[in-house]
């Protein structure tokens, strides 16, 4: 058993960056990936990253490589998000998620546990 929980949401405006935290408990976390997942309003929740149990495996969406960054610390039990020049685009409500993988994973189907999400929302 897995729980999660984000932090770090709010408002910005467009160019500027955020921080997403996702607290994990349980004890199989560190040997899961894990993934951060956005659904915008009137959307379809959709990938944005995925980084593997050990942390040297990354990968991301489209249209947000070279943007976000992705990482994890298995000390603590945490994941991290880095969101730089952020777009109204992006505005969401940002979730985080333990695969039952230990390698990238890319699909919903993928991951058993959620988290509440986190809003994000960008300014023009």
């Known amino acids: 058993q897995v729980q999660l929980a984000e932090s770090g949401g709010g408002l910005v405006q467009a160019g500027g960056s955020l921080r997403l935290s996702c607290a994990a408990s349980?004890?199989?976390?560190?040997?899961?990936?894990m993934g951060w997942f956005r659904q915008a309003p009137g959307k379809g929740r959709e990938f944005v990253a995925t980084i593997n149990w050990s942390g040297d495996s990354t990968d991301y969406a489209g249209s947000v490589k070279g943007r976000f960054t992705i990482s994890r610390d298995n000390a603590k039990n945490m994941v991290y998000l880095q969101m730089n020049s952020l777009e109204p685009e992006d505005t969401a409500v940002y979730y985080c998620?333990?695969?039952?993988?230990?390698?990238?994973?890319?699909?919903?189907?993928?991951?058993?546990?959620w988290g509440q999400g986190t809003q994000v929302t960008v300014s023009s």
């Open positions: 349980g004890r199989t976390f560190s040997r899961s990936a």
């Open positions: 998620a333990a695969s039952r993988y230990g390698g990238v994973t890319y699909t919903e189907v993928g991951y058993d546990y």
